[in-house]
């Protein structure tokens, strides 16, 4: 049973715009409303990263690498958490994956083209 649902991915130039959503429709509002969520990436041979997280709360954490560029954001009505991602560079090519810190999503794969 798939608990956390990417979307968003795709092909952009250096310097463009995406923004990733994790759905999570069978997890009920008040499961979901306490977790800290966060994304994480993984780009071929290398390990999965922490790229942001965001508490129940609010309080958000992000990689050095994605700070000032990448904003994670939560709606607990829809369930729902937010990655929106600017000024990207080619490195910021990966799978990017939604993590509930009990499940993983599939992943959605970010290209960067230079």
């Known amino acids: 049973q798939v608990q956390l649902m990417e979307s968003g991915g795709g092909l952009v130039q250096a310097g463009g715009s995406l923004r990733l959503s994790c759905k999570a429709p069978?997890?009920?509002?008040?499961?979901?409303?306490?977790?800290?969520m966060a994304w994480y990436r993984q780009a071929p041979g290398k390990e999965r990263e922490l790229v942001a997280s965001?508490?129940?709360?609010?309080?958000?954490h992000y990689a050095d690498s994605v700070k000032g560029r990448f904003t994670i954001s939560r709606d607990n009505s829809r369930k729902t958490t937010y990655l929106q991602m600017n000024s990207l560079k080619p490195e910021d090519t990966a799978t990017y994956y939604c993590?509930?810190?009990?499940?993983w999503g599939q992943g959605t794969q970010v290209t960067v083209s230079s």
């Open positions: 965001i508490t129940r709360s609010g309080d958000t």
């Open positions: 993590h509930d810190y009990s499940y």
């Open positions: 069978r997890m009920i509002t008040s499961v979901f409303n306490p977790k800290t």
